[in-house]
């Protein structure tokens, strides 16, 4: 069971490793954890079919634990996030929730699903769930069906907060279509859209856990086709959605703006309005990024994960976060937490107030990437591939002329003319690769020696 138990969220097969008795045990422990910080939990599910039966179950878990739970419906997760740190009434009462969970399988196939979780306004991740998992495994009680819960106007809640934030956006009108891919995004993108007066032509704006149109993940161009068909068409910037709305791709007609690109447009216009920005990035974001920050402000380079950077965004203060992937954190006016909904509206914001997207993104230093290229392993031996490879650029580090080993995250290996990152997957069985470079021929080069010193570091291994 242990390997439902991942870094950043709970995640597994509905049916057979998310079990009735499971997901009731883990509501079970869960609550008597966020019992700690008060009575209340929000729970919410995203578009998948057998997401409101996981919602009864473990809201019976919840309940066995003497948690009263707030119940918001189907709401993309950024909506459970913000629920966190707003009050509802209940009685006659203002109450704040101890901890919120949403039941998502986010980008994976429609037989996942799984849980994202806070507790007192804090990611529950890393050893907190594999400790959650050990006693869930270890644990023999059996709970009943009761699934007591109260209504809240979650999305309602969340779509009148952003329409107030962004009054000024009403009746604008940049030429936009959005791609939910069937998700649960489009029960608060459409609303919001509607409050303020925003046309957008709509690809896929109604849930449906079966996904028929394309795999709702748009970190991955195939899954992009028929948004870039309506740029082409009538519209002049797309915007897509994951499975749970908390990763954004926004395009032009020109350009596909990664989340690290768009950290550093955010910084910028920060920057216009005065401030000496703070944006943490991953290992995996362009050095572009890095360097041109510092040019105004100051770049962090911390972790991959979305818990890993909520919770460093709250211990520095900074201003914004970010991931290629397109998890953006807003600090600045606003909670923390990844919220591509959110970030659409800055994005349309900053349209509004005549950022010129294709433009900024060609006056940057010409650099070559990759995306990001899977290498296949086992859970057993991602980490030591990990540690042999280090060992061996240490030892090799003259030979091959590396300016510097950064091993925040797995190992990203500077030379002169790029770099090349080797991180173990936190959720998966596979290694992740991503290389950068000043040229193409570099680009080869680098791509070529990593490569080969992580076939080493498998030989050793093995």
Not at 147 to 171: Q, R
Not at 227 to 233: E, N, Q, Y
Not at 421 to 444: G, M, W
Request: proline share 4%; net charge negative.
């Amino acid at each position: 069971m242990q390997h439902i138990f991942r870094e950043y969220d709970i995640r597994g097969i509905f049916g057979e490793d998310l079990t009735e008795q499971t997901v009731k045990r883990i509501g079970y422990y869960l609550g008597e954890k966020i019992k700690k910080h008060g009575d209340y939990a929000v729970v919410t599910y995203d578009a998948r079919t057998h997401s409101p039966l996981l919602s009864d179950w473990l809201t019976s878990g919840l309940n066995a634990a003497g948690i009263i739970v707030l119940h918001g419906g189907m709401a993309p997760t950024p909506v459970n996030y913000f629920c966190n740190f707003n009050s509802f009434e209940v009685g006659g009462n203002k109450v704040m929730p101890a901890g919120g969970i949403q039941i998502t399988g986010s980008h994976n196939p429609p037989e996942y699903n799984g849980f994202k979780i806070t507790i007192d306004q804090r990611p529950f991740f890393g050893e907190e769930i594999y400790a959650l998992g050990r006693e869930v495994e270890a644990s023999q009680i059996a709970i009943a069906n009761e699934t007591d819960t109260i209504a809240i106007p979650a999305i309602e809640n969340y779509v009148e907060y952003l329409a107030k934030e962004f009054a000024e956006l009403k009746e604008f009108d940049p030429s936009i279509a959005i791609d939910c891919g069937n998700g649960a995004a489009g029960v608060a993108v459409e609303p919001l859209l509607e409050k303020l007066k925003i046309g957008a032509k709509k690809l896929y704006c109604e849930p449906d856990g079966t996904f028929p149109n394309h795999h709702p993940d748009p970190s991955e161009e195939e899954n992009l086709k028929d948004l870039k068909k309506r740029l082409k068409k009538d519209a002049r910037y797309g915007f897509a959605f994951d499975g749970d709305g908390d990763r954004i791709a926004f395009l032009s007609r020109k350009h596909n703006f990664k989340g690290d690109i768009l950290a550093l447009f955010f910084a910028k216009e920060m920057a216009k309005e005065g401030k000496e920005p703070t944006v943490i990035g991953e290992v995996k974001c362009s050095q572009i990024m890095y360097d041109e920050i510092d040019k105004i402000g100051k770049a962090i380079m911390y972790k991959t994960g979305h818990s890993n950077l909520k919770v460093k965004l709250k211990e520095t203060g900074a201003d914004l976060a970010a991931e290629v992937s397109g998890h953006i954190f807003f600090n600045d006016r606003y909670y923390g937490y990844d919220d591509a909904i959110y970030t659409m509206m800055r994005i349309l914001e900053m349209l509004k107030n005549g950022f010129d997207f294709d433009a900024e993104y060609e006056k940057l230093p010409k650099l070559y990437s990759t995306d990001e290229i899977k290498v296949e392993t086992t859970d057993q031996k991602k980490f030591e591939i990990i540690d042999t490879l280090k060992k061996a650029l240490k030892e090799r580090k003259e030979e091959l002329h590396i300016r510097d080993i950064i091993t925040i995250d797995g190992v990203r290996v500077i030379f002169e003319d790029g770099w090349g990152l080797v991180r173990a997957s936190n959720t998966t069985p596979i290694l992740v690769t991503r290389f950068e470079a000043k040229s193409p021929e570099s680009l080869e080069r680098i791509q070529k020696v990593m490569n080969e010193l992580i076939e080493e570091a498998k030989k050793t291994v093995d």
